[in-house]
């Protein structure tokens, strides 16, 4: 969703900006903007790509030390030139970006009309900068003031950087529901939705928090005051981001890169936590909690997309191997409905990017309610990681391409420690089946990379299934949750209308569907429901549709009847997602190159969703 990105300092701000825009592209955008100041104000914006913005500025006044930079995901107005950030104030004296939603704009805005205020754009963004203006001009008030003001008139979410003509050398910037991140350099500060447009200058850096005012000043230093004018002392951290790790190394696309660097990620999120010789498992953050999660009454489990499939898997293997009852929950259905939350209630987030605004907020409320809070969470310091009471980070890296990859599978595999460690506490796993579990976990990244290995051979049946324009993703129990993901990420990237089913709910719907034209994907790798699934797969042939099974190595059955196999190594059974939706990534990976379309940037799609 919308970046942002500002400097101040000596350099020219331009290429920062540049760059750092095009760091941001992966949170999914349809416009972008530039603001310059130097003596005097140049403002360029253009709807489509930032290299659309760069084409556009080439023969322009690009100078300047001070600067901001805005991707925009169109919320409230078209994705054009004109509602593109900057927006600047009706006295042309101020100039904003903002992620997030004012969601009182249109009180604010008639307010501000009948003040002889005149708006030139649809956005709820305008209609702030314009209330700044409005409470500077009143007031006679410094620009950090005027902010700080202004927004205790504002419901909503937001994350702004301002600028003054006539205070030139601030920035101010401030959030409230979403993120922003201060880098701190050598003479020079940078503001920014995340870490990516800022590591290659300072890694020091302050993440601020909710209704926080944050002022930077060319030669001085930087403050940060709450809403109620309060000052506030900053933790400075030190940005846990590699360079390397934001760029492309060689892939033709982020996606791929992320599909590949599985076998080490998964590793990642293991590292430190498991030993199969000496038989244990231990999740740093759960030290000085396990007691109150093994006691809970019952696990809710809150994440959106991809996220909430990994949830999925997770409540097969808490109440598998832990024996204690589990919801899954959508974060934005689980917030406004009331939900029944208590203190013997454990609530565990899941979030690649700990910004998703309904898993927050859903969280907040589960807070509210007495609820112990344990984030799963990617990307350090984010707000999820910082609202929960405890948790693991999962230690995947970066992840660019919009379409989860990498995440999902160190998630999946945090969240199988997790359902060890606890089941281990509580006496829910023999010893003899623990430790077998131990050694099969640990050898999951090597079977991994054998998956990768299967590459072309998936390749080659994307080519087979390219041209469909529907698909069906069926699986049962521990496979149940991949197909979802499977058909998530074949809808995501390539277009293709997906969608996963439960293997044996096919006759209650979709097998109304089954022609020739429809190819249907099967996880065909459960021992425990391999007679079912068989039939299943006769019954999407018996109507001619196109069978591609995934199966474990050796079997013979599946692979007489369905038209493509692709085999898994074997595993136990609780491990068998990790390894079954690597070709399901790659499938879909392939099918949307073959047809053309944007892999790391699909259309419409945002990797943070820090709206509602
Ligand atoms: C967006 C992304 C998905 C992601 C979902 C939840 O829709 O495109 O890839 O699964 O948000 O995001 P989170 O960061 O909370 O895991």
């Not at 307010?111 to 956005?123: D, I, M, N, R, Y």
């Not at 076998?263 to 498992?281: C, K, S, Y």
């Not at 049946?461 to 998530?488: C, M």
Request: charged residues 25%.
């Amino acid at each position: 969703m919308c970046g942002i990105i500002a400097y101040i300092g000596k350099k020219e701000a331009y290429p920062i900006l540049i760059k750092g825009l095009q760091r941001l592209e992966y949170r999914g955008y349809d416009s972008a903007g530039v603001a310059l100041m130097n003596g005097s104000l140049n403002i360029y914006k253009k709807k489509g790509k930032v290299q659309d913005l760069v084409d556009f500025a080439l023969d322009k006044n690009l100078s300047g030390t001070s600067g901001m930079g805005h991707t925009r995901w169109a919320t409230h107005g078209k994705p054009d030139d004109v509602n593109a950030h900057p927006h600047t104030s009706g006295n042309g004296r101020l100039m904003l970006v903002h992620n997030g939603i004012i969601e009182n704009y249109a009180s604010l805005k008639r307010a501000l009309e009948k003040q002889g205020h005149v708006f030139h754009t649809q956005t709820d963004t305008e209609v702030l900068v314009h209330l700044i203006e409005e409470v500077q001009k009143r007031g006679d008030l410094p620009i950090e003031e005027a902010v700080r003001e202004a927004l205790t008139n504002v419901v909503g979410a937001y994350a702004i950087v301002v600028m003054d003509n006539q205070d030139p050398d601030k920035l101010v910037a401030a959030r409230k529901g979403s993120p922003l991140v201060i880098g701190i350099g050598k003479d020079e500060f940078f503001f920014a939705s995340d870490g990516t447009p800022i590591v290659e200058y300072t890694k020091k850096v302050v993440y601020l928090d909710d209704e926080q005012i944050a002022t930077a000043t060319r030669h001085g230093g930087y403050e940060i005051r709450t809403i109620d004018n309060e000052i506030h002392m900053p933790f400075v951290q030190e940005l846990n981001m590699e360079i390397e790790r934001i760029e492309k190394g060689g892939y033709d696309y982020f996606m791929l890169k992320e599909i590949n660097e599985q076998p080490t990620t998964i590793q990642d999120a293991m590292r430190g936590r498991l030993n199969a010789q000496e038989g244990w498992v231990r999740l740093g953050g759960m030290d000085d909690h396990v007691e109150r999660v093994k006691n809970a009454e019952r696990f809710v489990i809150l994440g959106c997309g991809t996220s909430w499939h990994a949830g999925l898997i997770a409540e097969y293997l808490f109440e598998d191997l832990a024996r204690i009852p589990v919801e899954v929950e959508y974060a934005s259905e689980f917030r406004y409905r009331h939900p029944v939350i208590t203190e013997r209630d454990v609530v565990i987030a899941i979030s690649q990017s700990g910004e998703t605004a309904d898993t927050y907020a859903a969280l907040e409320l589960a807070k509210k309610n007495g609820a112990f809070l344990y984030g799963i969470v990617n990307v350090v310091g984010s707000s999820i990681a910082r609202l929960a009471h405890a948790g693991s980070y999962i230690h995947a890296g970066p992840e660019i391409g919009v379409a989860s990859t990498k995440a999902f599978t160190a998630q999946v595999t945090l969240l199988t420690l997790m359902a060890l460690q606890i089941g281990r506490a509580r006496g829910t796993i023999s010893d003899e089946y623990f430790n077998k579990l131990l050694h099969e976990l640990e050898a999951i990244p090597s079977k991994v990379q054998r998956m990768l290995d299967s590459n072309e051979k998936i390749k080659y049946i994307a080519g087979e299934i390219k041209d469909a324009t529907n698909s069906l993703y069926l699986g049962r129990g521990y496979n149940f949750p991949v197909a979802l993901e499977g058909a998530l990420k074949l809808k995501e990237i390539s277009y293709i209308h997906a969608e996963g089913y439960p293997a044996a709910e096919m006759k209650h719907g979709p097998i109304a569907l089954i022609d020739e034209n429809m190819p249907v994907v099967i996880i065909a790798t459960n021992k425990s429901l391999n007679d079912k699934i068989i039939s299943n797969i006769q019954e999407v042939k018996a109507r001619r549709g196109m069978v591609l099974a995934i199966v474990t190595e050796g079997d013979q059955e599946i692979s007489r009847i369905a038209d493509y196999t692709i085999e898994i190594p074997e595993t136990e059974e609780p491990f068998t997602p990790l390894l079954s939706v690597i070709p399901l990534q790659l499938l879909s990976y392939h099918i949307a190159v073959m047809r053309g379309c944007n892999v790391d940037q699909p259309r419409n799609l945002a990797k943070s969703v820090t709206v509602e």
